[in-house]
T-cell receptor, first 115, second 113 residues
Framework: DSGVTQTPKHLITATGQRVTLRCSPRSGDLSVYWYQQSLDQGLQFLIQYYNGEERAKGNILERFSAQQFPDLHSELNLSSLELGDSALYFC??????????????FGPGTRLTVL | AQSVAQPEDQVNVAEGNPLTVKCTYSVSGNPYLFWYVQYPNRGLQFLLKYITGDNLVKGSYGFEAEFNKSQTSFHLKKPSALVSDSALYFCAVRDIGADKLIFGTGTRLQVFP
């Protein structure tokens, strides 16, 4: 167990809908990262937050947004869902921010299925 | 741009035999390299990382990796494979100037009894 928790484990929804994925980092970790794992794109970085502020952005669609709250948990919001958004979404956390060599520890993921 | 390549989609090995999962990297500057393992319906578990220092890095569950600068490789190894090692293995490099990880495509390791 990495200490990173994600809810829900599974999410099934319809096209056009909006969902929220939640992540709680390991105790003491200030950085939260979101990754998407799909069959065609592999594991791709979406976005990073550090202590409440957006730190880095990857291949995140405009329909997707995220935030990190004062208690350091993070939420990833996916809207206007399309079939192609079906994937496994991982959250990871690490102690520090950019220029660090800290290890990122991953949660168990949320499997999103869009029908 | 930073990248890693895992040239084998699948590696098959008999239990008790040594295993190697290959990874090559392309980076500008010093590479920070990682190995993760993903078991079915589970998240990614950290195995080991190379930042600097000894070229042989020891990690969890008896795994180790050898950093080779001249060959730009970071192969994952284990002296004696277990059936329970069967999983999907990912090599990753930390992006320069950002904290994100760039992952390879993954290698499925199958250990046969």
């Amino acid at each position: 167990d990495s200490g990173v928790t994600q809810t829900p484990k599974h999410l099934i929804t319809a096209t056009g809908q909006r969902v929220t994925l939640r992540c709680s980092p390991r105790s003491g970790d200030l950085s939260v990262y979101w990754y998407q794992q799909s069959l065609d794109q592999g594991l791709q970085f979406l976005i990073q937050y550090y202590n409440g502020e957006e730190r880095a952005k990857g291949n995140i669609l405009e329909r997707f947004s995220a935030q990190q709250f004062p208690d350091l948990h993070s939420e990833l919001n996916l809207s206007s869902l399309e079939l192609g958004d079906s994937a496994l979404y991982f959250c990871a956390s690490s102690v520090n921010s950019a220029s660090s060599t800290d290890t990122q520890y991953f949660g168990p993921g949320t499997r999103l299925t869009v029908l | 741009a930073q990248s890693v390549a895992q040239p084998e989609d699948q590696v098959n090995v008999a239990e008790g035999n040594p295993l190697t999962v290959k990874c090559t990297y392309s980076v500008s500057g010093n590479p920070y390299l990682f190995w993760y393992v993903q078991y079915p319906n589970r998240g990614l578990q950290f195995l080991l990382k190379y930042i600097t220092g000894d070229n042989l890095v020891k990690g969890s569950y008896g795994f180790e990796a050898e950093f080779n600068k001249s060959q730009t490789s970071f192969h994952l190894k284990k002296p004696s494979a277990l059936v329970s090692d069967s999983a999907l293995y990912f090599c990753a490099v930390r992006d320069i100037g950002a904290d994100k990880l760039i992952f390879g495509t993954g290698t499925r390791l199958q250990v046969f009894p």
